[in-house]
């Protein structure tokens, strides 16, 4: 019964498992205005006979109307960008939110080369309303602290995977970037504690001991 939002969905890599994983109580809302991308994922749908999937051929950012898109060699490297030579229909998380009578959303992955912030500046209702968990691609480490200030004021935290034992710990700033983090988990504060207690999120601290120096002879 989860309700899923996948924003930049290209060929569905996220989209098609997730709708499988909601089952047919639950739905996937897939934004891709790529033509060539859609064009799989339509196809995917059906093969796959996910009807859960809904599949819309916008882009998403911080205003409804008209954009240019860059349609890359490569689809992962799609995004809205003035320079592209493509007419796409951008709206908002908000209005389609709106638009589809404000449902509970659980889950937003968002994906869209660079344009991550705008895409959350067009979705304040929906996260301050209903709080979902957010999956949001870094792109360019010079990403990451925009996109976590703009988190933070939306009063979100920011948590990375940690596979193996399948837990979240929280993002350490000070820490650097880990050049293979791809995507940072972004979760509401108000429902830390709930994930805590469901043992989604490692918090304990550990004490090290300073080493002692000792001089190479």
Not at 166 to 171: K, P, R
Not at 186 to 201: D, S
């Amino acid at each position: 019964g989860t309700e899923v939002v996948d924003v930049g969905a290209s060929f569905g890599a996220y989209a098609l498992p997730m709708a499988k994983k909601v089952g047919s109580e639950g739905k996937v809302i897939a934004f891709e205005p790529s033509v060539s991308c859609r064009s799989y994922l339509e196809r995917s749908k059906v093969e796959n006979g996910v009807d859960q999937l809904e599949i819309i051929s916008r882009g998403l950012s911080n205003k409804v109307g008209k954009a240019t898109f860059v349609e890359a060699e490569t689809p992962e490297f799609d995004t809205v960008s003035e320079e592209g030579d493509t007419e796409i229909s951008v709206t908002t998380l908000n209005a389609w939110w709106d638009f589809a009578g404000q449902p509970e959303v659980d889950l937003i992955k968002i994906d869209v080369n660079g344009m991550e912030v705008k895409v959350l500046e067009g979705a304040t209702d929906v996260l301050g309303q209903v709080s979902p968990t957010i999956l949001v691609s870094i792109g360019e480490e010079d990403n990451l602290p925009v996109l976590r200030n703009r988190l933070q004021e939306l009063n979100y935290r920011l948590f990375e995977y940690i596979p193996g034992p399948g837990v979240l710990a929280e993002h350490d700033p000070e820490g650097g970037v880990d050049p293979y983090l791809m995507n940072v988990i972004a979760i509401p504060a108000n429902r830390i504690e709930e994930f805590k207690e469901n043992g989604w999120i490692f918090d304990e601290h550990a004490d090290v001991e300073a080493v002692d120096l000792h001089e190479w002879k």
